[in-house]
């Protein structure tokens, strides 16, 4: 069965960078597609992007000037950066594994999610 | 793309069918998926490609729909299905989903 678990602070001062990392347990990240996505205090989810396991990735514009998001296939891991945070950023932060095909774009597997708050 | 669910909240019977519709502002094939949230859990995806239900998922869930019109339906709630309910496109970027059908047991 595979497992995401989710690290990284908590708590991110404004104008900073939002660093986390989801580690993959269960099944090889050298396959797949890679996604994060946050849920905002009104519980409203918002798509960030996703990554393939050799690093392309695809953002929602909203993201895309301020999201990176990379892979460490050596630790079975993955990341997102996202840089000059504001209040507006403070979320639960999800990584989830994404499978694409020509009729399917699912995320079938989840992590547990990281609130983090922006905050000085 | 903009996806409006609803109705944003209901309240129904253990035994009642319900019934959520997402309204998609522009055509999107059948290129939606249907999650299930439960209070302090991350999304679980029930549906996709707007009616396949997903291995192991119960056979009182189901979807329909294609175009801009899709249902999501539970032919009889049980108290186990208190949840939030979201569907999502994926017909273009940006991927969106839609503001969530919050299920309570009446």
């Known amino acids: 069965q595979v497992q995401l678990q989710q690290s990284g602070p908590g708590l991110v001062k404004p104008s900073e960078t939002l660093s986390l990392t989801c580690s993959v347990s269960?099944?090889?990240?050298?396959?797949?597609?890679w996604s994060w996505i946050r849920q905002s205090p009104d519980k409203k989810l918002e798509y960030i992007g996703h990554m393939s396991h050799s690093g392309v990735t695809d953002y929602n514009p909203s993201f895309r000037s301020r999201a990176t998001m990379f892979v460490d296939t050596s630790k079975n891991q993955f990341s997102l950066h996202l840089t000059s945070v504001t209040a507006a950023d403070t979320a639960i932060y999800y990584c989830?594994?994404?499978?694409?095909?020509?009729?399917?774009?699912?995320?079938?597997?989840w992590g547990q999610g990281t609130l983090v708050t922006v905050s000085s | 793309i903009q996806m409006t669910q609803s109705p944003s909240s209901l309240s129904a019977s253990v035994g009642a069918r319900v019934t959520i519709t997402c309204q998609a502002s522009e055509d999107i094939s059948n290129f939606v998926n249907w999650y299930q949230q439960k209070p302090g859990k991350a999304p679980k995806v029930l549906i996709q490609e707007a009616s396949n239900l997903q291995t192991g998922v119960p056979s009182r869930f189901s979807g329909g729909g294609s175009g801009t019109h899709f249902i999501f339906t539970i032919s009889s709630l049980q108290p186990e299905d208190t949840a939030t309910y979201y569907c999502?496109?994926?017909?273009?970027?940006?991927?969106?989903f839609g503001g969530g059908t919050k299920v309570e047991i009446k």
């Open positions: 999502q496109h994926y017909h273009s970027v940006p991927i969106t």
């Open positions: 269960g099944g090889s990240i050298s396959r797949f597609f």
């Open positions: 989830a594994r994404l499978i694409i095909t020509s009729d399917i774009f699912s995320l079938d597997f």
